[in-house]
């Protein structure tokens, strides 16, 4: 087997065939060049597909096709074991691609190829995996009754589902949706986001090709005009959306102004990393806090963006963390070497990069915070880090979505706390401690759907749920929770005499 270098990814890039058309029924749709755009490759700067703008025309054909597979019972009316066969068909499919599927989401996205093969693919394999075999192992509830009723609640399929995900995990946030929702026996409409669209074409024609019947999973590609219009579709019962607050807050404006669609949300991030005194591994905490936000090039809503260090150790523990970074300077996505890609796109970049100008007249830039690479084309960033005195400066506030750290000092667990609970978003946290009780009673202090302890973004299980507390959404992906945001409880009672 040739060895998979550089060289060989590279080759295999050249010889890609990228498909932009959306997916609607079974078919792809044609493209109106007059709407089209470009899907350029964050990578080099490639174009790697002319892409269709969905119409409102094609968004009512997508969504006309899922509500007739729903309602011919093709998909929701089958046995529980049948649906669960098709979806592990389905896995078998997208891991037997994997290759393909890593090479494409790395082209796409900016990722490095090293993670789409070792987390993007395989962890939306085993995400369907996991939902395929909770099909026939969960069921409704026998209620005591009256001794002349039999009461039953049953979980039903909502209906329509709209998944509308983002640009930083596309292949995983999409299996996210996906998984639960059809496992429920919905029909979905899914529209990924216009920054990487095309994994989410390649693996609903993988549905497909594993028996999933045309209309159950339909791909509509475009920008927010696009999602707007699942939004505001009286024909979808259901939308889950991945991204930032902002776009929440509209589709759940949009949801009351049309015909009060449930509404599931996982937004936005600025999660704090406390670091004790008495941490049990300081090396280790250094290393987890410089992944937690470079890792993806810090596009992510869980990154550890905001790291509190109890200021009896901050200057130690600075100079181990400037060490780690150094392992995540960017590289070509195509090398399997490489740990920190390519950012999205120029209009982040330049988000990004607007944050760091306000962050050097706010606080003490320790390193990064310039441009790299720029000779290949491609759009890259050095990890960035930021020592800072007022936590209510910019940059330890807003959720940046990029490489860029914030470090404050704190003296006692109760400032910690405090300074972790003072922002917007509850999405996740983490604390350092050697004391078993520090512990326990910071993750119940902590407000946040995910708390770490000695660790930082562990748990791939499926088992476990993911959302967040206060403006980083409702609802939860993962878990057998997630199932209950694509079914109605219905009450059933039968009188015997």
Same mark, same amino acid.
């Given at each position: 087997?040739?060895?998979?270098?550089?060289?060989?990814?590279?080759?295999?890039?050249?010889?890609? $065939?990228?498909?932009?058309?959306?997916?609607? =029924?079974?078919?792809?749709?044609?493209?109106?060049?007059?709407?089209?755009?470009?899907?350029?490759?964050?990578?080099?700067?490639?174009?790697? &597909?002319?892409?269709?703008? #969905?119409?409102?025309?094609?968004?009512?054909?997508?969504?006309?096709?899922?509500?007739?597979?729903?309602?011919? +019972?093709?998909?929701?009316?089958?046995?529980?074991?049948?649906?669960?066969?098709?979806?592990?068909?389905?896995?078998?499919?997208?891991?037997?691609?994997? =290759?393909?599927?890593?090479?494409?989401?790395?082209?796409?996205?900016?990722?490095?190829?090293?993670?789409?093969? @070792?987390?993007?693919?395989?962890?939306?394999?085993?995400?369907?995996?996991?939902?395929?075999?909770?099909?026939?192992?969960?069921?409704?509830?026998?209620?005591?009754?009256?001794?002349?009723?039999?009461?039953?609640?049953?979980?039903?399929? /909502?209906?329509?589902?709209?998944?509308?995900?983002?640009?930083?995990?596309?292949?995983?946030?999409?299996?996210?949706?996906?998984?639960?929702?059809?496992?429920?026996?919905? @029909?979905?409409?899914?529209?990924?986001?216009?920054?990487?669209?095309?994994?989410? *074409?390649?693996?609903?024609?993988?549905? *497909?090709?594993?028996?999933?019947?045309?209309?159950?999973?339909?791909?509509?590609?475009?920008?927010?005009?696009?999602?707007?219009?699942?939004?505001?579709?009286?024909?979808?019962?259901? *939308?889950?959306?991945?991204?930032?607050?902002? /776009?929440?807050?509209?589709?759940?404006? #949009?949801?009351?102004?049309?015909?009060?669609?449930?509404?599931?949300?996982?937004?936005?991030?600025?999660?704090?990393?406390?670091?004790?005194?008495?941490?049990?591994?300081?090396?280790?905490?250094?290393?987890?806090?410089?992944?937690?936000?470079?890792?993806?090039?810090?596009?992510?809503?869980? &990154?550890?963006?905001?790291?509190?260090? $109890?200021? @009896?150790?901050?200057?130690?523990?600075?100079?181990?963390?400037?060490?780690?970074?150094?392992?995540?300077?960017?590289?070509?996505?195509?090398?399997?070497?490489?740990?920190?890609?390519?950012? *999205? !796109?120029?209009? $982040?970049?330049?988000?990004?990069?607007?944050?760091?100008?306000?962050?050097?007249?706010?606080?003490?830039?320790?390193? +990064?915070?310039?441009?790299?690479?720029?000779?290949?084309?491609?759009?890259?960033?050095?990890?960035?880090?930021? =020592?800072?005195? !007022?936590?209510? #400066?910019?940059?330890?506030?807003?959720?940046?979505?990029?490489?860029?750290?914030?470090?404050?000092?704190? !003296?006692?667990?109760?400032?910690?706390?405090?300074?972790?609970?003072?922002?917007?978003?509850?999405?996740? &946290?983490?604390?350092?401690?050697? =004391?078993?009780?520090?512990?326990?009673?910071?993750?119940?202090?902590?407000?946040? +759907?995910?708390?770490?302890?000695?660790?930082?973004?562990?748990?791939?299980?499926?088992?476990?749920?993911?959302?967040?507390?206060?403006?980083?959404?409702?609802?939860?992906?993962?878990?057998?929770?997630?199932?209950?945001?694509?079914?109605?409880?219905?009450?059933?009672?039968?009188?015997?005499?």
């Amino acid at each position: 087997m040739e060895h998979k270098n550089l060289d060989y990814w590279k080759r295999a890039a050249l010889a890609f $065939q990228f498909e932009g058309r959306s997916l609607i =029924d079974g078919e792809l749709a044609p493209i109106d060049e007059v709407r089209a755009f470009v899907d350029r490759s964050p990578v080099d700067g490639r174009t790697l &597909a002319v892409v269709g703008e #969905c119409s409102e025309l094609e968004v009512n054909a997508a969504v006309s096709a899922a509500r007739r597979s729903f309602s011919a +019972g093709v998909w929701s009316g089958l046995n529980p074991r049948a649906r669960k066969a098709v979806l592990l068909r389905w896995a078998a499919l997208i891991r037997a691609n994997l =290759d393909e599927l890593a090479l494409l989401e790395t082209l796409d996205s900016g990722k490095p190829i090293r993670d789409t093969l @070792s987390v993007d693919v395989p962890g939306a394999a085993y995400c369907i995996e996991w939902f395929a075999e909770a099909i026939d192992k969960v069921g409704g509830e026998i209620v005591p009754a009256d001794n002349h009723l039999v009461g039953m609640v049953l979980r039903e399929a /909502v209906g329509v589902v709209a998944a509308v995900v983002p640009w930083n995990f596309p292949l995983l946030m999409a299996a996210w949706k996906l998984a639960p929702a059809l496992a429920a026996g919905n @029909s979905v409409v899914l529209k990924p986001s216009e920054k990487s669209p095309l994994t989410a *074409i390649r693996v609903a024609a993988l549905a *497909i090709e594993a028996g999933l019947p045309p209309g159950v999973l339909n791909v509509v590609t475009g920008s927010g005009d696009t999602g707007h219009l699942l939004a505001t579709h009286d024909d979808v019962d259901c *939308i889950a959306f991945t991204g930032s607050t902002n /776009v929440g807050r509209s589709i759940l404006r #949009c949801a009351a102004e049309s015909n009060l669609k449930r509404v599931w949300l996982e937004l936005g991030g600025k999660s704090p990393n406390i670091v004790l005194a008495d941490c049990p591994d300081l090396a280790r905490a250094a290393k987890a806090a410089a992944a937690a936000i470079f890792y993806n090039m810090g596009e992510m809503c869980t &990154a550890g963006s905001r790291l509190l260090v $109890q200021n @009896s150790i901050k200057d130690e523990f600075i100079a181990a963390l400037l060490a780690e970074a150094r392992a995540y300077e960017p590289g070509d996505p195509l090398d399997p070497a490489t740990s920190m890609g390519a950012i *999205i !796109d120029e209009t $982040q970049l330049d988000r990004v990069e607007r944050y760091i100008e306000q962050g050097k007249r706010e606080a003490r830039l320790l390193t +990064g915070g310039t441009r790299e690479r720029e000779s290949t084309g491609g759009l890259y960033l050095s990890p960035t880090i930021f =020592d800072v005195s !007022d936590p209510s #400066c910019t940059i330890a506030r807003e959720e940046i979505f990029g490489p860029v750290l914030s470090v404050l000092g704190f !003296d006692t667990l109760d400032e910690a706390i405090e300074l972790a609970n003072g922002t917007e978003y509850g999405l996740a &946290a983490a604390v350092w401690t050697s =004391d078993l009780t520090t512990a326990h009673e910071a993750s119940r202090r902590l407000r946040a +759907g995910t708390v770490w302890v000695n660790c930082y973004d562990e748990g791939g299980d499926m088992n476990f749920p993911f959302g967040g507390y206060k403006q980083s959404g409702n609802g939860r992906d993962k878990s057998l929770h997630a199932l209950e945001k694509y079914t109605e409880l219905k009450s059933v009672l039968v009188r015997l005499r």
